[in-house]
C-alpha cells in the first residue's frame, strides 16, 4: 500500500518559519507530481506549490518569494519551506502526490493533512 506521511506544522509568529516535510512509501516505480494544497475550514482546498519530477515548480501567487518547494527522488520526500508566515497561512496543509505503484497506473495520493497556525 503507498501512502503519504507528514510532519512539520505547528504554532508560529508572524514572519516566522516552518518546514513541512512528507515521505512517500510502498511499492512506488515512479512520482510524477509532488505538492502541497491547503485548507482553512469552510473554503475549497487551494493550491500552494507543485514540483514535477523534473525539478520545475509552480506557485500560487500568494506565496511566491516565500515559500519554497523541493524534492527528494531518492527517498520520495518533498519539502515546502515557509518563510515570513502571515496569519492568512494558517491552513491544514496537505501533501498531494501523483505516484505510479509497481505494476499499476498512477494514482492520486493525499497525506492526511498538518496545521499551519500563524498567530501572534
Known amino acids: 500500500q503507498v501512502q503519504l506521511v507528514e510532519s512539520g506544522g505547528g504554532l508560529v509568529q508572524p514572519g516566522g518559519s516552518l518546514r513541512l516535510s512528507c515521505a512517500a512509501s510502498?511499492?512506488?516505480?515512479?512520482?510524477?507530481?509532488m505538492g502541497w494544497y491547503r485548507q482553512d475550514p469552510g473554503k475549497q482546498r487551494e493550491l500552494v506549490a507543485t514540483?514535477?519530477?523534473?525539478?520545475?515548480?509552480n506557485y500560487a501567487d500568494s506565496v511566491k518569494g516565500r515559500f519554497t518547494i523541493s524534492r527528494n527522488n531518492a527517498d520520495n520526500t518533498v519539502f515546502l519551506q515557509m518563510n515570513s508566515l502571515k496569519p492568512e497561512d494558517t491552513a491544514v496543509y496537505y501533501c498531494?502526490?501523483?505516484?505510479?505503484?509497481?505494476?499499476?497506473?498512477?494514482?492520486?495520493?493525499w497525506g492526511q493533512g498538518t496545521l499551519v497556525t500563524v498567530s501572534s
Open positions: 510502498g511499492n512506488i516505480a515512479e512520482i510524477y507530481t
Open positions: 498531494y502526490a501523483s505516484v505510479r505503484p509497481r505494476g499499476r497506473g498512477y494514482l492520486q495520493l
Open positions: 514540483i514535477q519530477n523534473h525539478g520545475s515548480t
